[in-house]
C-alpha cells in the first residue's frame, strides 16, 4: 500500500535501479507515516561507515502526542538494507553525477518501507523531451478513446 511518493524525483532524476529499504522508526514516527503526516522532498541518502541513513525527510508530530516531550522531526534515520546491497549503493556513489534519493513510503506485510533510486540528474533539455513524451503518451490515450 503506497503511502507517500515523490513525484519530482522522477521529474529532475534518470532512475537507473531501485532498491526497498526497511527504515528503523520510533512508534510515533510509524502511526504519522501511516496518517500521511511525512515529507520527503528534499530528502537524500547518506552512506557512512556506521550505516546508511536517509537525511532531510520530515516526518510531523503524532497530534496526540505531548508538546512537551521534545522530538527531532527531521533526524537521521538509519535504512535497513544488505551488505551486497550497501556495497552496490556504494560504488554507484563513487561515479560523478550520481545521487540517491527517496522514491516512496510504503507498506509491506504492516511494515514501513522505502523505495530509494539511483538517480542521474536530467539537465533542462532532458526534462523538456521528458514532459513532451507525456504529453504525447497523453494524447495519443486521449484519441484512442474518442474513436
Known sequence: ML??????????????????????????????????????NDSYVKITDNGVFVLNMHISR????????????????????????ISKLRKYKQSPGI???????????????LEIGIGKGRKKFDKREYIKAKEMKRDITRRGNRW
Do not use: C
Open 3 to 40: 503511502l507517500a511518493k515523490n513525484k519530482q524525483s522522477y521529474f529532475n532524476y534518470e532512475i537507473l535501479e531501485k532498491f526497498e529499504a526497511g527504515i528503523q522508526l520510533q512508534g510515533w514516527e510509524v502511526r504519522s507515516i501511516r496518517a500521511g503526516m511525512v515529507s520527503f
Open 62 to 85: 503524532w497530534r496526540t502526542q505531548s508538546p512537551s516531550i521534545q522530538i527531532d522531526e527531521s533526524r537521521p534515520k538509519r535504512l535497513l538494507l544488505k551488505k551486497s546491497e
Open 99 to 113: 545521487s540517491i534519493i527517496v522514491l516512496d513510503i510504503h507498506l509491506r506485510n504492516n511494515k514501513v518501507k
